[in-house]
Each structure stands twice: as C-alpha cells, then as structure tokens.
C-alpha cells in the first residue's frame, strides 16, 4: 500500500504560478510513473504531467511549456511547477503513482485560476 500527500494549490490570478508537491510514503525509486492528473468541473480527467521511472516526462498538450515535473528521489517526493497560469487550468489536481502496476492516488488538491 502506498499513500499519497499532496500539498499546494489554492488560488491565483492569471498569469501567476503555484507549485504543487506530492509526497509517497515510501521510496519512488522502482516507481514506474508518477505525476498530476486533474478534473475540472463537467469534464473528463486529464493527464498534466508524469515522469517515469526511468526520469521521462510527460505532458499533456494543454500544458506544455508552461508547467515543468521533478522528482526528488531523497525525499520520496514528485513536484509540479505551474506558470502563465490560465483559468482553465482550474481544476483538482490529483496526484497518480504506479507501483508493480498498481495505480494509487492521492486525496487531490484544488487549483483555482481567476481572470
């Protein structure tokens, strides 16, 4: 069993950033992906951003060059850096982590962008 923390997010205007952290309780080092999926009210959830455990990162189209992943393997901990932040990345941003394929998620944090 693995659980996830997230913390961050909250609320922002236009154009600013947030960071969001997701803490496991144990090592991501055999961890086969990890990163954000997120849902905004009536739509379906999407893929934002997920590093592989061979360091790889992924994003979705809508993201791209905006948002950045890391992960910090001492910590246990995969991080998402959001900038130029839009009103429609409001959403729940849930964190996913695959372990021996299986997948875990954490409770989800909101991020709300203003115009």
């Known amino acids: 069993q693995v659980q996830l923390v997230e913390s961050g997010g909250g609320l922002v205007q236009a154009g600013g950033s947030l960071g969001l952290a997701c803490a496991a309780s144990?090592?991501?080092?055999?961890?086969?992906?990890m990163g954000w999926y997120r849902q905004a009210p009536g739509k379906q959830r999407e893929l934002v951003a997920i590093?592989?455990?061979?360091?790889?990162?992924n994003y979705g189209d809508s993201v791209k060059g905006r948002f950045t992943i890391s992960r910090d393997n001492a910590k246990n901990t995969v991080y998402l850096q959001m900038n130029s932040l839009k009103p429609e990345d409001t959403a729940i941003y849930s964190c996913?982590?695959?372990?021996?394929?299986?997948?875990?998620w954490g409770q989800g944090t909101q991020v709300t962008v203003s115009s």
């Open positions: 996913n982590a695959v372990f021996r394929r299986q997948a875990y």
């Open positions: 144990r090592s991501i080092n055999s961890v086969s992906s």
């Open positions: 590093v592989t455990g061979g360091g790889t990162a």
